[in-house]
């Protein structure tokens, strides 16, 4: 079986703005297919409060509810365990993954062996490094 997939705060905004991607968009829908789940990490939750808080985004309804909405359609909240913290902290060095909700991805990703769906160049360039498996949204 084929990797659950792990979506990046761009990639929730992307997706319930309708803005994804046609190929990350075919990458869900397959995943759907094939029974694979799709997690979206707490620390989304947490970057979309600060976005909305500096003005960054603009919802039609509260952080809570917006966050709410994509568990609501079937979107796994996937669990940010102490240990996956941790692990942030000591990823394989790499100069372009600085933020730290980046790293908190990463650290998910790799140790729950997802497939991280991200626009954020870091990440992406982290995945080329060899550092993750990710696809682009």
Known sequence: MRQSILLDTCAIIF??????????LAVL???DREGREIYVSPISAWEIGILVSRGRLMLRTNPDAWFNTIIESGIRLAAMEPDVLIASSFLPVSTSLRDPADRILAATARAKDYQLMTRDRPLLDYAAEGHLN????
């Open 15 to 24: 997706l319930l703005s309708e803005q994804l991607a046609p190929d990350a």
């Open 29 to 31: 829908e397959e995943a």
């Open 134 to 137: 990710a696809v682009a949204c």
